[in-house]
């Protein structure tokens, strides 16, 4: 199901060579411990003012996004979450800073039913449509902005989904990662994490799907769009963007999506990539 897009191209500052940047957050933003180096921030304020479009595209709900926004200094843009499942505009100063224009929704039930079957012991999280998030076994990460509400596993099968978490510590990342190959999960968008960790979307929803939304509205070129990432997650919207960047760090799989490869998170790789674009 989708939500009505408020479509139309924003009245936006126009130069030679404006870009769309768009940025995901862990591993390449912020690392592993969710910190932010100065370097990153003053780059990304220094892009932010020249007039360049930053978006942040992340797996994050929208709650654990907005901080972000917040620390590259976004007054007036857009942001896409949960891996594309909600696009944001950014409007500093009314309807609370911010205003959801488009959030892709779908049953998760078919989903769960099959991983339950084969992954007994995963725990599940529901982002649903408002924003909240429904866990079992009181199951909470920093990426829900939230605090999820523990209910039974049979009452997340009556919840529609904008974003669907399975989390594992009964298996590896491998053998997680093969057991929901395994599945063929249908009718949804999957990617699997560095740990134990899945996230599904509906079908077809991803950040690079989220990113094209955002590239119409903005009326930038395709020829003028950069992404950065590092994650599974990130593939499409590496292979979607004119300059798709990895990190250092990145799976194999991830480097070959890019069209270059950047520094390790720990070493500030995203500084390099940001400090081109001035």
Same mark, same amino acid.
């Given at each position: ?146 605090? @999820?509400? =523990? ?5 997340? /099968?009556?919840?529609?989904? *904008?974003?669907?978490? +399975?989390?594992?510590? $009964? ?36 950040? @690079?799907? =989220? ?5 119409? /509205?903005?009326?930038?070129? *395709?020829?003028?769009? +950069?992404?950065?990432? $590092? ?45 081109? /674009?001035?």
């Amino acid at each position: 199901m989708t939500t009505t897009l408020n479509a139309g191209i924003d009245d936006q500052l126009s130069f030679t060579g404006r870009k769309l940047v768009c940025l995901d957050v862990d591993g390449t933003l912020v690392d592993h411990d969710g910190h932010m180096s100065p370097a990153v921030r003053e780059v990304g304020q220094s892009l932010v003012a020249a007039g360049h479009e930053i978006v942040v595209a992340t797996g994050r709900s929208l709650g654990a996004t907005l901080p972000i926004v917040e620390l590259l200094g976004i007054e007036r843009g857009y942001a896409v979450s949960s891996n594309g499942g909600v696009i944001t505009r950014i409007e500093a100063g009314s309807n609370g800073g911010y205003t959801v224009i488009d959030r892709r929704v779908f049953d998760p039930a078919p989903a769960l039913l099959a991983l339950r079957h084969r992954l007994p012991g995963a725990k599940y999280a529901i982002e649903d449509p408002e924003g909240n998030f429904f866990s079992t076994e009181r199951f909470q990460d920093p990426s829900f902005g939230v605090e @999820a509400n =523990g209910v039974a596993f049979e009452e997340l /099968l009556d919840i529609r989904a *904008v974003r669907l978490v +399975v989390f594992s510590t $009964d298996a590896t990342a491998e053998e997680f990662g093969e057991a929901v190959e395994a599945i063929g999960l249908h009718g949804v968008t999957y990617s699997v994490g560095w740990t134990p960790w899945l996230d599904i979307a509906a079908q077809g929803v991803t950040k @690079a799907s =989220g990113l094209e939304v955002v590239r119409s /509205l903005t009326g930038i070129d *395709v020829e003028q769009t +950069v992404a950065v990432g $590092d994650g599974r997650n990130d593939i499409e919207m590496l292979q979607w963007a004119w300059r798709g960047v990895a990190m250092g760090q990145a799976p194999d799989e991830v480097k070959a999506a890019a069209d270059e490869v950047t520094a390790r998170v720990e070493d500030d790789g995203l500084v390099a990539v940001l400090r081109s /674009l001035l």
